[in-house]
């Protein structure tokens, strides 16, 4: 009896506690009520115009009640605008980049190339440009991606996507920009060439991406195709002006995200596997080549990240076998050499020349976000040396373009290529940035048949050492949903090695013996634009 007396007794106390307790909730809601009863009555009682100048933002009444309950209700906030152009789980997505661009040295526009101005100086930067500035501030493109559940937990991805020109409607392709200029005098450079570089997207269907994978929030994601590499990943990740060809040097010279040549910023015949272990990030990549006389050969990268506190980093490490580099056109001997049938190698859509190298790479960036402020930084060294499986003629390499003239040769001592950047971006409001970034290159001299010594620091050859500056500033403001308007500037200068070749170093750009004259080139190039992206 003592037992069921004390039981009673507690039960008692807690029936008194919830008692008072739904009396003070009630006292507050009846409180409330009052006010809100007060405030109704005020409000009508106001003129319509008087009431359309002081009305109050609309609040959720259980918001408002909640404030004054001993607890806080979970209220849902209504679902943001979602303006996906997806159907079940499959979505177009996509970016349009147009604007207008001056340089005070460039070249005329190309309708391949997916940077077809000549954003950095280069070999055919010469007279000043100013008319229309395609994929300033971004790559234009399209693509289609989907990702279905096909087991609890595991999901079915792909992702198909391809970069093109706005200004010509064509799909880039930084190849065939080179084997159109083909012929328009020695090294390709004498004025009459129009801008050229490059790259990874040689006029695929999809250029930048096409595979697919299955994905486990706990088992992580493996991908199968063509997709980018670990060391673009980064580039993309802790670039200060992520994506630019106008502002960026480390975008629109793609070295840096192709662990040293651009036309491995994309991967054919790839397999990724990305795995996340709390705040680490994981990842491997490898090329299988196509086997023959090709090029790009095998390539193995790995990848380890962190994420804390607004804090990123990530390093990455990879060796390239086979990678081919096309730095200049062919010269019109060259030309005649293939129409002819004396060069002994015939072009089904066109030939290029190559230098062949196996690279070495170590990336390191990181990243750091406070308040408005975004801080970035990055470094990479590539070490550069002789293939050990010699290329010849014929050599089919990306996009099915061959190589009419191979050099397996070029690096007789090692070339060393260390590049670096650093930048910061502020937001002044939510919807506007500004951003400014450095990017440095240097690079060692090194022994080839055009510098037997490996002591020169002039632009006499390619092998001298040399240096890369540039600064960017950019201003972005998003407008509306899916606009932005920007505006920028990026100066670049070349020096030694790097300025081997062009036309600026010559003093009659006319004569081929007059080139290399000077050591220093620059420009700069101002642009302003708009970007939808959906």
Partial sequence: MAFAAVGHADELSDIQAQSKQLREQNQALTKRLADLEKRQQKLEAQSPATQAQTAAPRINPGDAMAADLPYKAAVKAPAPANNDLCWHGVC???????????????????????????????????????????????????????????????????????????????????????????????AGALPGANSYGDSSKAGQMFNNAAYFGISSPTYGTFTMGRQSALTSDLVVNYDPISGSNAFSII?????????????????????????????V???????????????????????????????????????????????????????TAINTGTAGVSCSLGCLSGTIS????????????????????????????????????????????????????????????????????????????????????????????????????????????????AGSFVIDWRFARQFDLYAGVMYSQKTGGIANGFILTATNPAVAATYNTYNKVSAWDPGVGLRYQF
């Fill in 251 to 279: 975008t629109y010279e793609g070295a840096t995200g192709g662990g040293g040549d651009t036309e491995d910023r994309i991967l054919d015949n790839s397999f990724e596997y990305r795995l996340n272990v709390g705040p």
């Fill in 92 to 186: 177009l997505y996509g970016d349009i980049d147009m604007g207008v661009s001056y340089q005070n040295h460039g070249a005329p526009l190309n309708a391949l190339a997916g940077g077809p101005l000549d954003y950095s100086v280069q070999k055919t930067s010469n007279g000043a440009y100013f008319g229309a500035g395609p994929n300033q501030m971004s790559t234009s493109f399209i693509g289609l991606r989907g990702k279905q559940e096909v087991a609890d937990g595991l999901y079915a991805i792909f992702n198909l996507q391809t970069l093109f020109n706005p200004a010509s409607g064509m799909n880039a392709n930084g190849p065939g920009s080179i084997a159109q200029n083909n012929g328009l005098g020695a």
């Fill in 358 to 469: 196996d690279n070495t790479y170590v990336q390191v960036a990181a990243k750091y976000t406070i308040g408005p402020w975004k801080l970035y930084g990055g470094y990479e060294y590539i070490q550069y040396a002789n293939p050990n499986n010699p290329l010849t003629a014929g050599a089919f390499v990306e996009g099915g373009y061959n190589l009419s003239n191979v050099n397996n040769t070029n690096y007789t001592t090692d070339k060393d290529l260390q590049i670096f950047w650093a930048g910061v971006k502020y937001a002044i409001t939510p919807t506007l940035d500004i951003v400014g970034a450095y990017y440095g290159e240097r690079q060692n001299s090194f022994v080839n048949s055009t510098n037997p010594t490996g002591t020169c620091t002039t632009s006499i050859s390619s092998a001298c050492s040399g240096a890369l500056d």
């Fill in 281 to 335: 990030r994981l990842a491997a990549e490898a090329q299988a080549r196509n086997g023959g006389n090709s090029a790009t050969g095998n390539i193995f990268q790995g990848n380890i990240g962190i994420d804390y506190m607004g804090f990123s980093a990530d390093v990455v490490g990879g060796k390239t076998f086979d990678a081919n580099a096309v730095g200049t056109t062919l010269t019109a001997a060259q030309v």
